[in-house]
Nanobody
């Protein structure tokens, strides 16, 4: 059974940093590229960063140069280091496979950035 648990969100002033963590269980982690997604109020969920099992990364243009995705294969963890946060980064952040597995979204972690 696949389970994804996100943590690390919070309230931050613009320019600050946060580190999100995602603990993955089941077989999803070992065979999948993993991604961090976010959904802001009134908007569709979007992919912000992804990392393959081999460590290749890609980012949405809106976060490039500010966010860094990483993974710990031994412990089935995925991280998102977020620097230089902007109010437009405010959203609920989720991790999932890339492409995402429907029905396996976790509860997400709220990130709120004040100006």
């Amino acid at each position: 059974q696949v389970q994804l648990v996100e943590s690390g969100g919070g309230l931050m002033q613009a320019g600050g940093s946060l580190r999100l963590s995602c603990e993955a269980s089941g077989t999803i982690f070992s065979i999948s590229a993993m991604g961090w997604y976010r959904q802001a109020p009134g908007k569709q969920r979007e992919l912000v960063a992804a990392i393959t099992s081999g460590g290749s990364r890609n980012y949405a243009d809106s976060v490039k140069g500010r966010f860094t995705i990483s993974r710990d294969n031994a412990n089935k963890m995925v991280y998102l280091q977020m620097n230089s946060l902007k109010p437009e980064d405010t959203a609920v952040y989720y991790c999932n496979a890339k492409p995402p597995l429907p029905g396996y979204w976790g509860q997400g972690t709220q990130v709120t950035v004040s100006s």
